[in-house]
């Protein structure tokens, strides 16, 4: 079955600075890499999503990177600011009958 | 938000009760899942549902055992609640969209804090 990764599980940036987190999956068949965002003490909620045909896609101050070949995605938050504060997960989909299957998570604290 | 409800939010239950958690949904989706939450675990997927009584296993489906008889409510049951079960539990919905099929995002509920005493 489908394995990800996700590092670093903590990450403390400079406000205004960028923030990257990366992901690793294992099966080549999965074709949708969501990312969520869930703040202290409520549900993850996505924030920007790709699938398999595409290389990047951004939205405003996050973009997400896929390297199919090298099977790993990657967000990127530019400018961050004190709201970003929070924990991000990656996750995997393979198929439309298939399950998602979700990295531990990066706790990420922005430093004023 | 989309129209996904999860009860109880909160249990306080003893070892070796069983329990029944439910999520209840009112976006006609085909799939929905259920998923536990623990410090340094992440989300992990216990069971999943992608149709009227069409369940699979997820990575940490021993223990609990779940049930759809309808395409809203998607239950997970403890059979013999255990202290390790202790947890925040999710559900989750999605839908494929499109000729293709293609995969749209998964909507969470608010989760249930379980704890087993």
């Known amino acids: 079955g489908e394995n990800v990764e996700q590092h670093p599980s903590t990450l403390s940036v400079q406000e205004g600075d960028s923030a990257v987190i990366k992901c690793t999956y294992s099966d080549s068949a999965s074709n949708y890499f969501p990312w969520y965002k869930q703040e202290l003490g409520k549900r993850p909620q996505l924030i920007i999503d790709i699938r398999s045909n595409v290389g990047e896609k951004k939205d405003q101050r996050i973009a997400v990177t896929l390297n199919k070949t090298a099977k790993h995605f990657s967000l990127h938050i530019t400018e961050t600011q004190p709201e970003d504060s929070a924990v991000y997960f990656c996750a995997a989909k393979r198929g439309r009958d298939d399950k998602i299957i979700f990295g531990k998570g990066t706790r990420l604290h922005i430093l004023p | 938000d989309a129209g996904i409800t999860q009860s109880p939010r909160h249990k306080v239950t003893e070892t070796g009760t069983p329990v029944t958690l439910r999520c209840h949904q009112t976006e006609n989706h085909r799939y929905m899942y259920w998923y536990r939450q623990d410090p340094g675990h992440g989300l992990r997927l216990i069971h999943y549902s992608y149709g009227v009584k069409d369940t699979d296993k997820g990575e940490v489906s021993d223990g609990y055992s779940v049930s759809r008889s309808k395409t809203e409510d998607f239950l997970l049951t403890l059979e013999s609640a255990t202290s390790s079960q202790t947890s925040v539990y999710f559900c989750?919905?999605?839908?494929?969209?499109?000729?293709?099929?293609?995969?749209?995002?998964?909507?969470f509920g608010q989760g249930t804090r379980l704890t087993v005493v």
């Open positions: 989750a919905i999605s839908e494929a969209t499109g000729s293709n099929r293609l995969n749209t995002e998964a909507f």
